[in-house]
T-cell receptor, first 113, second 113 residues
Framework: ETGVTQTPRHLVMGMTNKKSLKCEQH?????MYWYKQSAKKPLELMFV???????ENNSVPSRFSPECPNSSHLFLHLHTLQPEDSALYLC????????????FGPGTRLTVT | GQQLNQSPQSMFIQEGEDVSMNCTSS?????WLWYKQDPGEGPVLLIA?????ELTSNGRLTAQFGITRKDSFLNISASIPSDVGIYFC?????????????FGKGTRLSVIA
């Protein structure tokens, strides 16, 4: 299943770096999501886009900046991160916002040094 | 916010044994989803349930949407080594506001050959 792809799969960055995570969905879905998954914690919803408009921002620090240029692509721009931001970042999509199951990408394992 | 109580947190079983896990909530849900996550990968959707009482199978996996709409169960029959992973339940509630899905904390399954 390659419905949702994410690049890079692994990323190591220093606290002063700027990097971006990319997600692409090939399912024709209208909603896309960013999640953070840390060890021993439930999935944390970060951002939601529906029809390319941001509909939810769950009190995420401004050092994380999402971008959705079209319904198939989603980016997460990272800058001035902290070591506690190290986690698996997952992208997901669903047919519509608040409706239907979400399909996840393989994730980007981020390590902040 | 809403929470899903998923149990057990972890299981160690012998190959060939059947497995049962469940998810409960104090709120009613309209949709129950079950995902499996392998190490270093994103969650993969296993089964989606949309009606109270619904029983759905996917190979050796069977899931049920509880009659009360407050719980769901996942059973795996005749476990094999590749069943190892973390199983997550997720639900969508009419009372969840703008939260698309609520996730459980996962059940970590280990299979001993």
């Amino acid at each position: 299943e390659t419905g949702v792809t994410q690049t890079p799969r692994h990323l190591v960055m220093g606290m002063t770096n700027k990097k971006s995570l990319k997600c692409e969905q090939h399912l024709g879905h209208n909603a896309m999501y960013w999640y953070k998954q840390s060890a021993k914690k439930p999935l944390e919803l970060m951002f939601v886009y529906s029809l390319e408009e941001r509909v939810e921002n769950n009190s995420v620090p401004s050092r994380f900046s999402p971008e959705c240029p079209n319904s198939s692509h989603l980016f997460l721009h990272l800058h001035t991160l902290q070591p506690e931001d190290s986690a698996l970042y997952l992208c997901a999509s669903s047919q519509d916002y608040l409706a239907g199951p979400q399909y996840f990408g393989p994730g980007t394992r981020l390590t902040v040094t | 916010g809403q929470q899903l109580n998923q149990s057990p947190q972890s299981m160690f079983i012998q190959e060939g044994e059947d497995v049962s896990m469940n998810c409960t909530s104090s709120s009613i849900f309209n949709t129950w989803l079950w995902y499996k996550q392998d190490p270093g990968e994103g969650p993969v959707l296993l089964i989606a349930l949309y009606k109270a009482g619904e029983l759905t199978s996917n190979g050796r996996l069977t899931a049920q949407f509880g009659i009360t709409r407050k719980d769901s169960f996942l059973n795996i029959s005749a476990s094999i080594p590749s069943d190892v992973g973390i199983y997550f339940c997720a639900g969508q509630s009419p009372n969840s506001g703008n939260t698309p899905l609520v996730f459980g904390k996962g059940t970590r399954l280990s299979v001993i050959a």
